[in-house]
Nanobody, 114 residues
Framework: QVQLVESGGGLVQAGGSLRLSCAAS????????MGWYRQAPGRQRELVAA??????TNYADSVKGRFTISRTNAKTVYLQMNSLKPEDTAVYYC?????????WGQGTQVTVSS
């Protein structure tokens, strides 16, 4: 059984920074991909950033240059969020893909005020 637990969300002013953390618990595993998604009211969940086991990274155009994903090992992933904008306000979810299974964290609220 694999569980993903997120932390680091909160309220921040525009231009500020937050660092999201995701820690996996349960059986040992090596996800093919770990990443972050976000969902705002009235919007579908969308990819923010992802990292493969080989170190390849991918970012949404809207966050490129401001956010950095880092994957230190098979069970940890971080999202450094700089120069935050009100448009970044959403619930952020950690994601991991293991073979054909997809796992999700509980979500953490990020609110950026102007």
């Amino acid at each position: 059984q694999v569980q993903l637990v997120e932390s680091g969300g909160g309220l921040v002013q525009a231009g500020g920074s937050l660092r999201l953390s995701c820690a996996a618990s349960g059986k040992i595993f090596t996800p093919n991909t770990m990443g972050w998604y976000r969902q705002a009211p009235g919007r579908q969940r969308e990819l923010v950033a992802a990292a493969t086991s080989s170190g390849r990274t991918n970012y949404a155009d809207s966050v490129k240059g401001r956010f950095t994903i880092s994957r230190t090992n098979a069970k940890t992933v971080y999202l450094q969020m700089n120069s935050l904008k009100p448009e970044d306000t959403a619930v952020y979810y950690c994601n991991a893909i293991v073979t054909l299974n997809t796992y999700w964290g509980q979500g953490t609220q990020v609110t950026v005020s102007s």
